[in-house]
Nanobody, 125 residues
Framework: LMFSCSVWGGLVQAGGSLRLSCAHS????????MNWFRQAPGKEREFVAA????????SYADSVKGRFAISRDNAKNTVYLQMNNLKPEDTAVYYC??????????????????WGKGTQVTVSS
């Protein structure tokens, strides 16, 4: 299922930073864990980061640990992905996703209940 999610990506040089925001409208995601996934050209979609409903726990793919940070503002129905020290291999279409689970999160694509539309992030070398 899709949800309306306004996401803004962009073009940035290697070493730079970018913050993705997924502001979902039309429904509340109370009780949902929120995730970011990405899909690079010619590759399968992969897990990037997840945050539990109350924001107490986060998890990351090894490739982004220490560089990316996921957070959420439940009052604004918004989830963020702060991306620092970007590398050309971070170039991909990034997707926001939601999983109905008030207690934990999952890195599994098939476990997501809702998906937002993707946004292109391009990191130039």
């Amino acid at each position: 299922l899709m949800f309306s999610c306004s996401v803004w990506g962009g073009l940035v040089q290697a070493g730079g930073s970018l913050r993705l925001s997924c502001a979902h409208s039309g429904r509340t995601f109370s009780g949902y864990a929120m995730n970011w996934f990405r899909q690079a050209p010619g590759k399968e979609r992969e897990f990037v980061a997840a945050v539990t409903w109350l924001g107490g726990r986060t998890s990351y793919a090894d490739s982004v640990k220490g560089r990316f940070a996921i957070s959420r503002d439940n009052a604004k129905n918004t989830v963020y992905l702060q991306m620092n020290n970007l590398k050309p291999e971070d170039t991909a279409v990034y997707y926001c996703a939601a999983k109905r689970d008030p207690y934990s999160s999952s890195p599994t694509e098939g476990a997501m209940d809702y998906w937002g539309k993707g946004t292109q992030v391009t990191v130039s070398s």
